[in-house]
């Protein structure tokens, strides 16, 4: 049996220039083709979509519920309803509308209440639909505010600078919030283009050792440093080689959130135009007076030159 290439998930094969594997924002640069309605989970998808879209599903349902329940109101009758009737057809709609509202939410005001068996039947049929709704509407808003995320952030440039006799690669990482994420552990993989035997290209993925693979606490920010050494795939690299290369470095982190107690992650990358060379990070904090130590998030990807 052949040995087999090793592949992260991404794939060996080459087709063509990849803008980067990892996108800036954490997430993947995959797109799904060919997807079904029924590969589409409601749970996942309300939970993952963003806070605007979320909100704006959430209205959109309450309103159209409304407009049905109302339009039923509407059709039967709204004599059936009492208190609602008005001088236009268009204000007993609305009329109709916010009586609809009401037994939705089961707030009931009071002020207009069915008094016809087809309507009774309507307004138990509606409260169902509002109980059961506003619970998996409150589930899912749970689950969004319970869900644990990690907000690290990377430095903006990886720099390549003198490192002990040498020189190594090195980027920094910082939480943004005030919780506590403890036990953190780094892999760094770099990912090239090479050329095979028989003239084909494909993607080549080598782990890159650390200095240090992880830390008990993050309370500070942390430089991530792969010694440029003999054993290393970038030894003897230049930035026109890694050009060459299309070579991005890839980072996944994982430590664990004290608050959630859960594991969280986070995922970066840094292309060959995210390298600085000859450059090393300036100090992002310092200590006061009274030796409290001040973290400036905002600095995390200052840099000076090395020289």
Same mark, same amino acid.
């Given at each position: 049996?052949?040995?087999?290439?090793?592949?992260? %998930?991404?794939?060996?094969?080459?087709?063509?220039?990849?803008?980067?594997?990892?996108?800036?924002?954490?997430?993947?640069?995959?797109?799904?083709?060919?997807?079904?309605?029924?590969?589409?989970?409601?749970?996942?998808?309300?939970?993952?979509?963003?806070?605007?879209?979320?909100? %704006?599903?959430?209205? +959109?349902?309450?309103? /159209? =519920?409304?407009?049905?329940?109302?339009?039923?109101?509407?059709?039967?009758?709204?004599?059936?309803?009492?208190?609602?009737?008005?001088?236009?057809?268009?204000?007993?709609?609305?009329? &109709?509308?916010?009586?609809?509202?009401?037994?939705?939410?089961?707030?009931?005001?009071?002020?207009?209440?069915?008094?016809?068996?087809?309507?009774?039947?309507?307004?138990? /049929? @509606?409260?169902?639909?509002?109980?059961?709704?506003?619970? +998996?509407?409150?589930?899912?808003?749970?689950?969004?505010?319970?869900?644990?995320?990690?907000?690290?952030?990377? *430095? *903006?440039?990886?720099?390549?600078?003198?490192?002990?006799?040498?020189?190594?690669?090195?980027?920094?990482?910082?939480?943004?919030?005030?919780?506590?994420?403890?036990? +953190?552990?780094?892999?760094?993989?770099?990912?090239?283009?090479?050329?095979?035997?028989?003239?084909?290209?494909?993607?080549?993925?080598?782990?890159?050792?650390? @200095?240090?693979?992880?830390?008990?606490?993050?309370?500070?920010?942390?430089?991530?440093? $792969?010694?440029?050494?003999?054993?290393?795939?970038?030894?003897?690299?230049?930035? @026109?080689?890694? @050009? +060459?290369?299309?070579?991005?470095? =890839?980072?996944?982190?994982?430590?664990?959130?004290?608050?959630?107690?859960?594991?969280? $992650?986070?995922?970066?990358?840094?292309?060959?135009?995210?390298?600085?060379? %000859?450059?090393?990070?300036?100090?992002?904090?310092?200590?006061?007076?009274? %030796? &409290?130590?001040?973290?400036?998030?905002?600095?995390?990807?200052?840099?000076?030159? &090395?020289?």
């Amino acid at each position: 049996m052949q040995n087999v290439a090793f592949d992260p %998930g991404l794939t060996n094969h080459f087709s063509g220039a990849l803008r980067r594997a990892i996108n800036r924002d954490g997430t993947f640069n995959v797109r799904r083709r060919g997807i079904s309605w029924r590969d589409v989970h409601p749970y996942l998808y309300l939970i993952n979509v963003s806070w605007p879209a979320f909100l %704006g599903i959430v209205v +959109l349902w309450y309103l /159209v =519920m409304n407009l049905i329940f109302a339009t039923v109101y509407f059709w039967i009758g709204v004599d059936q309803l009492q208190g609602a009737g008005a001088p236009t057809e268009w204000a007993r709609y609305l009329n &109709a509308f916010f009586f609809s509202a009401q037994t939705l939410t089961t707030v009931g005001y009071g002020g207009m209440w069915p008094k016809g068996i087809a309507a009774d039947a309507v307004a138990a /049929v @509606e409260s169902m639909f509002g109980v059961l709704g506003f619970a +998996l509407g409150t589930g899912l808003l749970f689950g969004r505010v319970s869900k644990p995320s990690a907000r690290i952030a990377f *430095s *903006s440039h990886a720099v390549i600078a003198p490192y002990q006799d040498g020189t190594a690669v090195q980027f920094r990482v910082v939480n943004r919030r005030s919780n506590l994420i403890m036990e +953190l552990e780094v892999q760094l993989m770099l990912m090239t283009v090479v050329r095979c035997q028989d003239g084909t290209l494909k993607r080549d993925y080598e782990v890159l050792p650390l @200095e240090r693979a992880g830390i008990f606490f993050f309370p500070l920010t942390w430089t991530v440093v $792969h010694p440029i050494d003999s054993r290393s795939p970038l030894y003897g690299k230049s930035p @026109e080689d890694l @050009e +060459l290369l299309q070579a991005e470095l =890839m980072v996944m982190l994982k430590g664990y959130d004290d608050t959630f107690s859960q594991t969280v $992650h986070a995922r970066y990358s840094y292309r060959y135009d995210e390298i600085r060379w %000859g450059h090393r990070f300036t100090p992002a904090f310092e200590i006061d007076e009274s %030796g &409290a130590i001040d973290v400036h998030v905002d600095r995390i990807s200052d840099t000076a030159s &090395a020289g």
